[in-house]
């Protein structure tokens, strides 16, 4: 199961949580994040190139870094990993 930034608090992650649990399956919180101008940048050269599957946009940026709560140890397994790292080195940093 892997959730996205749509699960901006703890309320919200305990649902997804709690359906791990009934289904039998581990569940962990990898929490990645990057400078807002980072993402901005993303935004940006994925809607220029035109391969934007996703919905995403500035002002939807804009709602969520409003209403995100990082998440705590409390909530369960949690891994952080800076997102602007690449990913051999992120691999790594998440595996080591």
Same mark, same amino acid.
């Given at each position: 199961?892997?959730?996205? $930034? =749509?699960?901006?608090?703890?309320?919200?992650?305990?649902? $997804?949580?709690? =359906?791990?649990?009934?289904?039998?399956?581990?569940?962990?919180?990898? /929490?990645?994040?990057?400078? +807002?101008?980072?993402?901005?940048? +993303?935004?940006? +050269?994925? %809607?220029?190139?035109?391969?934007?599957?996703?919905?995403? =946009?500035?002002?939807?940026?804009?709602? %969520?870094? +409003? /209403?995100?709560? @990082? @998440?705590?140890?409390?909530?369960?397994?949690?891994?952080?990993?800076? $997102?602007?790292?690449?990913?051999?080195?992120?691999?790594?940093?998440? =595996?080591?």
């Amino acid at each position: 199961m892997i959730l996205d $930034a =749509t699960y901006p608090t703890p309320g919200y992650r305990k649902e $997804a949580a709690d =359906t791990a649990r009934d289904m039998g399956i581990p569940f962990f919180i990898l /929490h990645s994040s990057a400078p +807002r101008a980072e993402l901005e940048q +993303r935004l940006a +050269r994925r %809607q220029s190139q035109g391969s934007d599957i996703s919905d995403a =946009t500035a002002a939807i940026l804009d709602e %969520q870094m +409003r /209403h995100f709560q @990082p @998440p705590a140890q409390a909530e369960g397994r949690l891994l952080a990993c800076d $997102a602007t790292t690449d990913i051999p080195a992120l691999l790594k940093e998440l =595996t080591g």
